[in-house]
């Protein structure tokens, strides 16, 4: 079945340590987004790509960094910087940005600083 | 600034009753709108999209939802609700117009809770 996954389902850090959140799809969708999810905060854009090889910043890519270098995935790197990192992460990908066709989305990855 | 509001955090029903979650929106051009729900520690799942034509949508699990477009508001409603649909309900938007960057606008999202 086509979808996006992602891994690992949950993921520990420890400070001063970056780590990578892994989202692949197969629906062959252009586009892919990040978003953080936290209590009471709904949902917040770290950072998207509408094609391979170009991404752009969303509104909280501070400590956060991308690459798409293949349009099936996406990873997210959670880097040392993030001082704040613990959250549910979610990955969305669509078929074109701004379409009428909506995003689907990975069943997340939640991040816990020890 | 383009935004889209969820008025209320928490919304109680019980089993039976109708139940409405309110979305009212405010973007340029005419937009797309979405409705997802999110079940604990889940990704989010479509409910509903209105694109264009009847302002009443029918969704997933008996949701509904009706674009009124001079309240600019998107409300989701459900004749019936069940205890199973119990979650947290997310109203989105993506405006239309040329030069849109794409991204879908997200409201703070709404409780629903049934109680038996």
């Known amino acids: 079945d086509g979808g996006i996954t992602q891994s690992p389902k949950y993921l520990f850090r420890k400070e001063g340590q970056n780590v990578t959140l892994s989202c692949e799809q197969n629906?062959?969708?252009?586009?892919m987004y990040w978003y953080r999810q936290d209590p009471g905060q709904g949902l917040r854009l770290i950072y998207y790509?509408?094609?391979?090889?170009?991404?752009q910043k969303g509104d909280i890519a501070e400590g956060y960094s991308v690459s798409r270098e293949k349009k099936e995935s996406f990873p997210l790197t959670v880097t040392s910087a993030q001082k704040n990192p613990t959250a549910f992460y979610l990955c969305?990908?669509?078929?074109?940005?701004?379409?009428?066709?909506?995003?689907?989305f990975g069943s997340g990855t939640r991040l816990t600083v020890v | 600034a383009q935004s889209v509001a969820q008025p209320e955090d928490q919304v109680n029903v019980a089993e039976g009753n109708p139940l409405t979650v309110k979305c009212t929106y405010s973007?340029?051009?005419?937009?797309?709108l979405f409705w997802y729900v999110q079940y604990p520690n889940r990704g989010l799942q479509f409910l509903l999209k209105?694109?264009?034509?009847?302002?009443l949508v029918k969704g997933s699990y008996g949701f509904e939802a009706e674009f009124n477009k001079s309240q600019t508001s998107f409300h989701l409603k459900k004749p019936s609700a069940l205890v199973s649909d119990s979650a947290l309900y997310f109203c989105?938007?993506?405006?239309?117009?040329?030069?849109?960057?794409?991204?879908?606008?997200f409201g703070q999202g709404t409780t629903l809770q049934v109680k038996p």
């Open positions: 969305a990908s669509t078929l074109r940005g701004g379409s009428q066709y909506g995003y689907t």
């Open positions: 629906l062959n969708h252009d586009a």
């Open positions: 790509s509408q094609i391979v090889n170009d991404f």
């Open positions: 973007v340029s051009g005419n937009p797309y």
């Open positions: 209105y694109i264009t034509g009847d302002n």
């Open positions: 989105a938007v993506t405006p239309t117009y040329v030069g849109n960057t794409g991204k879908l606008i």
